[in-house]
């Protein structure tokens, strides 16, 4: 059974500063992974999606990477800003199912 | 487009009461996914539909919850009698067959349902 989970739970650092989100996943078998942004009382908003045969993908200030041998990804925040506070959460796509299987979620809050 | 849009935005009701949730997926999506989210147990698929056809129904957590797409702009999701542990957001997404980003998943605003 396919098992995601993020640390830290929470992080809190003082604008500008870069950070790094991190994902794992039990079962390497996965199509692709996603990570989202989830802000208060909303939805979730796509921000990157990586193929399991793709190592990195970036967007603007967001940087993704993906290690399927080590059931890792990570993701990289530049010169964080107060407007990336948000619930951060992975989501893995298991083989051949359209399923996806959600980490626990990272809270982070940028100081102003 | 105007994304996925879901109501009501806001649910309170009482044990043993119907609620029926609604959602209306992007134009040409052809996916239509079914989430719950609450503290314990994060976000979990209940089901999804492929094409208006139910594919995977296997997170529906009992009988209690159905779900349906009569076509393909609508979905509803019903729980048939409500329970206080049903208080969750729900949410609804949707895609597209594709590649790469275009199998990226959009969802909505989600429903919050409380029920007392």
């Known amino acids: 059974k396919q098992e995601v989970t993020q640390i830290p739970a929470a992080l809190s650092v003082p604008e500008g500063e870069n950070l790094v989100l991190n994902c794992s996943f039990t079962d390497s078998a996965i199509y692709n992974l996603q990570w989202f942004r989830q802000d208060p009382g909303k939805g979730l908003t796509s921000l990157l999606l990586i193929q399991s045969s793709q190592r990195e993908q970036t967007s603007g200030r967001l940087n993704a990477s993906l290690d399927k041998s080590s059931g890792r990804s990570t993701l990289y925040i530049a010169a964080s800003q107060p407007g990336d506070s948000a619930t951060y959460l992975c989501?893995?796509?298991?083989?051949?199912?359209?399923?996806?299987?959600f980490g626990t979620g990272t809270l982070l809050a940028v100081q102003p | 487009d105007a994304g996925v849009i879901q109501s009501p935005r806001h649910e309170v009701t009482e044990m043993g009461q119907e609620v029926t949730l609604r959602c209306k997926p992007i134009?040409?999506?052809?996916?239509l996914f079914w989430y719950r989210q609450t503290m314990m147990r994060g976000l979990e698929l209940l089901i999804y539909f492929n094409n208006n056809v139910p594919i995977d129904d296997s997170g529906m957590p009992e009988d209690r919850f159905s779900a349906k797409m009569p076509n393909a702009s609508f979905s509803t999701l019903k729980i048939q009698p409500s329970e206080p542990r049903d208080s969750a957001v729900y949410f609804c997404a949707s895609r597209m067959t594709g590649e790469t980003i275009q199998e990226t998943q959009y969802f909505g605003p989600g429903t919050r349902l409380l029920v007392l």
């Open positions: 989501a893995v796509r298991r083989g051949a199912t359209n399923k996806l299987i």
């Open positions: 134009s040409g999506h052809d996916y």
